[in-house]
């Protein structure tokens, strides 16, 4: 039997966190997620701790502990995403209050412990937020990076722009400086921009496919997939909004999906007109090592089939 992958899910969901998380959660056969770690970012902190409590009920977990985060970035003001994701964070989906509780240790006093305990190299951390938390943990004890098999990282973009300014991805923008310190934290990372994740789009036909499956979390997921693709700022609803945080979920259980090309990546942290910008260098060399490995290719049809497989694993639960 193949063993389990053992993951972080580090967040601030968030319609795609929520369908990123779902999935994840789904795939339990392949992902052992030991824990929901949010941070404040498309809506403040209380609000995407809130949501992961609605998120582990939502994919049949619900004693899945959820640790609330940093809520605010490292250095500059925080910057919300409210208008894209809905006042609560999870579009226009119904949900009634969650059970269960929030842990009283917080995501960066989880993290530490948990990585402290864990053996070298055994622990993949998913980031499909900004990097607060685990910027901070690393900051306060460095030799946690040991225990770190990689990161994969939702962030940044290169020939497709931005999408909060004309240069910035949301999760850079929202803290350039914690996405900076992973980038050289020395740990492996493959990293999501949006060059790879306008690739995989929630087309109509997609949606109703995955709302045909019928269970709890299908519907859900189908729910926040159409409210995203209604979205005026995703283009055209017959092309679907795109997946952006669902693409290192997809890549950790089927890695053929993807296709990369090592690169030397910085993050903008000083420029008013520039900051969060994502500088993504091919020509690497002594002077600049490759720090990341960059998305560049994603197959959408293997994609979306790995998630209605994951989607009819839940219903049963």
Not at 163 to 184: C, G, K, V
Not at 226 to 243: D, F, K, M, T, V
Not at 248 to 268: D, G, K, Q, T, Y
Not at 287 to 311: K, M, S, T, Y
């Amino acid at each position: 039997m193949m063993q389990r992958r053992r993951v972080i899910l580090d967040g601030d969901p968030g319609v795609d966190d929520a369908v990123a998380w779902v999935l994840a959660l789904a795939l339990d056969a392949e992902l052992e997620v030991m824990g929901l770690s949010t941070v404040a970012g498309n809506v403040d902190a209380e609000l995407t701790a809130r949501n992961a409590c609605v998120i582990r009920e939502i994919a049949g977990i619900p004693t899945l502990p959820v640790f609330r985060g940093e809520a605010r970035p490292l250095v500059r003001t925080p910057i919300k995403a409210g208008h894209f994701h809905g006042a609560s964070g999870l579009g226009d989906l119904a949900f009634s209050p969650p059970r269960g509780v929030i842990e009283t240790r917080s995501a960066v006093e989880f993290l530490i412990e948990t990585l402290e305990k864990a053996s070298a190299q055994s622990i993949t951390l998913v980031v499909t937020g900004p990097a607060t938390n685990i910027a901070r943990a690393l900051a306060a004890k460095p030799a946690l990076s040991r225990a770190v098999r990689e990161i994969a990282l939702m962030g940044g973009a290169r020939s497709e722009g931005g999408n909060i300014t004309a240069s910035a991805e949301y999760n850079f923008f929202a803290d350039p400086h914690a996405a900076q310190a992973i980038l050289h934290a020395g740990v492996p990372v493959h990293v999501f921009g949006l060059d790879v994740t306008h690739q995989i789009r929630s087309t109509p036909t997609r949606i109703a496919r995955i709302r045909d499956i019928g269970s709890r979390a299908a519907l859900a997921v189908a729910a926040l997939l159409e409210y995203s693709s209604a979205l005026p700022g995703n283009g055209p609803r017959e092309h679907g909004a795109p997946l952006h945080d669902p693409c290192p979920i997809a890549w950790l259980v089927a890695p053929s999906l993807f296709e990369f090309r090592p690169a030397h990546m910085n993050v903008e942290c000083d420029s008013p007109l520039t900051i969060g910008h994502s500088a993504v260098e091919f020509r690497t060399g002594p002077a600049r090592a490759p720090n990341v490995q960059w998305a560049v290719h994603a197959d959408a049809e293997g994609f979306f089939a790995l998630l209605e497989r994951a989607l009819r694993a839940t219903a049963a639960r």
